[in-house]
Nanobody, 118 residues
Framework: QVQLVESGGGLVQTGGSLRLSCAAS????????MGWYRQAPGKQRELVAK???????NYADSVKGRFIFSRDIPKNTVFLQINSLKPEDTAVYYC????????????WGQGTQVTVSS
């Protein structure tokens, strides 16, 4: 069974930073891409950032210049450094692995709560 476990969320003031982690039970290269998504109550889940197998990253316009996606391949872990936080960044942040083992199957973590106070 493939498992993704997020950690690192918390309560932070506007302008603060957090480092989110996603530990996978399999190599991150088992997936076509790894992504970070977020969802606030009553709102749809949105893509925040994505990293491809070759290390290329893509970011939502709302977080460009503030969030950084990185990975530690031997540890099967990806990270999202979230900086210059704003109240609108408040959400549950989810780790996603898509295209598992050459399929169209995706897996999700349980999420980690990020709350930004103003």
């Amino acid at each position: 069974q493939v498992q993704l476990v997020e950690s690192g969320g918390g309560l932070v003031q506007t302008g603060g930073s957090l480092r989110l982690s996603c530990a996978a039970s399999r190599s991150i290269f088992s997936f076509t891409a790894m992504g970070w998504y977020r969802q606030a109550p009553g709102k749809q889940r949105e893509l925040v950032a994505k990293i491809l197998g070759d290390g290329r990253t893509n970011y939502a316009d709302s977080v460009k210049g503030r969030f950084i996606f990185s990975r530690d391949i031997p540890k099967n872990t990806v990270f999202l450094q979230i900086n210059s936080l704003k109240p609108e960044d408040t959400a549950v942040y989810y780790c996603n692995g898509e295209g598992y083992s050459g399929s169209s199957r995706s897996y999700w973590g349980q999420g980690t709560q990020v709350t930004v106070s103003s």
